[in-house]
């Protein structure tokens, strides 16, 4: 079974304690109900023996690497979101990153914006992506836009393992991305599907 799916790459994005847990100033309020569905996405990528890239934000903990509009949240008197080494930073509860796995650190919505993903996974022969995590509208988004732009094929967002702020942002932005021909299959559609 795993030599199908040995050009493909399940991309695990931004399922950090910040990102999903109550009280966090970036908490995306759909994260929590998709926790069960990543993890199964991650069990059925192993099983397949696709590669696993979490992607993560790790940012400074002044907030020297953030975007603008986010720098009023990192003060020298508070740790701000996703800071390295928080707890905040940290992956959600049944999340783990195991040998063999890849941990790529960003600091913009897209996996491939000033990061060496794309060498990685070309490195490693892989021309397909699987897209899972938050948020559809920013992350999600800007990096399988990349992903088109830069010829991976084809690249899949798992509809019920990705999530927004609200169910109508979320089933927008993947409206969105059918349209420039990105699958959006069903975890379970893609757990039965051949490579």
């Known amino acids: 079974m795993t030599e199908n799916w040995n050009h493909t790459a399940l991309l695990v994005i931004d399922m950090q304690k910040d990102f999903i847990e109550d009280g966090s100033p970036m908490l995306v309020k759909g994260g929590k109900d998709i926790i069960p569905n990543v993890i199964k996405a991650v069990e059925v990528a192993r099983q397949r023996g696709i590669l696993i ?11 020297r690497d953030v975007e603008l509009f986010r720098q009023h949240l990192y003060t020298s008197e508070k740790v701000g979101p996703t800071s390295k080494g928080s707890e905040g930073a940290e992956l959600v509860d049944g999340l783990v990153i195991r040998e063999g796995d890849f ?12 990061t060496h993903l794309h060498s990685v996974l070309q490195r490693a022969g892989i021309n397909s992506l699987v897209v899972t995590g938050v948020q559809t509208p920013n992350c999600i988004r800007q990096t399988v836009f990349d992903a088109v ?12 393992a990705t999530a927004a ?29 051949k490579a």
């Open 53 to 63: 890239v979490w992607v993560v934000r790790e940012h400074d903990p002044l907030g």
């Open 165 to 193: 702020a609200t169910p109508d942002i979320h089933l927008a932005n993947v409206f969105d991305m059918k349209n420039i021909g990105v699958s959006t299959p069903t975890l379970q559609e893609w757990s039965e599907s």
């Open 149 to 160: 732009a830069l010829d991976y094929q084809p690249v899949t967002v798992l509809v019920d």
């Open 103 to 114: 941990k790529l650190v960003k600091t913009r919505f897209s996996a491939f914006f000033s």
